[in-house]
């Protein structure tokens, strides 16, 4: 069975940043894209970052030059580094990873989400 745990939400002040972090674990054999994706109140749940197994990686306009998505492949980790916050990026987070184990094949598994708050 395969699970992502994101670590690394809060409260921030605008302008403030913050890091996240996702680690997939269980009887993983490859992983292939990872991603962050938020959903605001009241809001639809909208993509933030992606990365590739091979680092390409595509973001949100609204978050490029703000953000930056990166992994670990070593440790099966993504991580979103969050700069120059702003409180329209106040949602909860989640991770995203596409991911093939031995028994089940190629699927696709969403983190718990994680809180990112960002006060005026």
């Known amino acids: 069975q395969v699970q992502l745990v994101e670590s690394g939400g809060g409260l921030v002040q605008a302008g403030g940043s913050l890091g996240l972090s996702c680690a997939a674990s269980?009887?993983?054999?490859?992983?292939?894209?990872m991603g962050w994706y938020r959903q605001a109140p009241g809001k639809q749940r909208e993509l933030v970052a992606t990365?590739?197994?091979?680092?390409?990686?595509n973001y949100a306009d609204s978050v490029k030059g703000r953000f930056t998505i990166s992994r670990d492949n070593a440790k099966n980790t993504v991580y979103l580094q969050m700069n120059s916050l702003k409180p329209e990026d106040t949602a909860v987070y989640y991770c995203?990873?596409?991911?093939?184990?031995?028994?089940?094949?190629?699927?696709?598994?969403w983190g718990q989400g994680t809180q990112v708050t960002v006060s005026s």
């Open positions: 995203n990873a596409d991911i093939v184990t031995l028994l089940t094949g190629r699927n696709n598994y």
């Open positions: 269980g009887s993983i054999f490859s992983i292939n894209a």
């Open positions: 990365i590739t197994n091979g680092r390409r990686t």
